[in-house]
Nanobody
């Protein structure tokens, strides 16, 4: 079955960096667009970034453009989110997502940006 396992979250000071990883299994990873979403309490889940199956097309939310970079390694079935210049408002649970017939989500990894 489809599994998405995120890692790399944690506590970081404002201005710092983190790299999130999502390892996928249960489907042909290289055929599918992958996405990162985030959610804070009381708010809807929002799209942070997505990447086409070959990695040639990437889209970002305006709030993270120029600071975050999404990438993928199809040989490792892994999608990454490099987050630089982190701000307190980036604090959220970050989720990996794929549409494979239906929506699949990972369990999420918590990113806390605080001094």
């Amino acid at each position: 079955q489809v599994q998405l396992v995120e890692s790399g979250g944690g506590l970081v000071q404002p201005g710092g960096s983190l790299r999130l990883s999502c390892v996928a299994s249960g489907f042909r990873f290289s055929d599918h667009r992958m996405s990162w979403y985030r959610q804070t309490p009381g708010k809807e889940r929002e799209l942070v970034a997505d990447i086409s199956s070959t990695g040639t097309v990437r889209n970002y939310a305006d709030s993270v453009k120029g600071r975050f970079t999404i990438s993928r390694d199809n040989g490792k079935n892994t999608v990454y989110l490099q987050m630089n210049s982190l701000k307190p408002e980036d604090t959220a649970v970050y989720y990996c997502y794929v549409l494979y017939g239906i929506n699949y989500w990972g369990k999420g990894t918590l990113v806390t940006v605080s001094s």
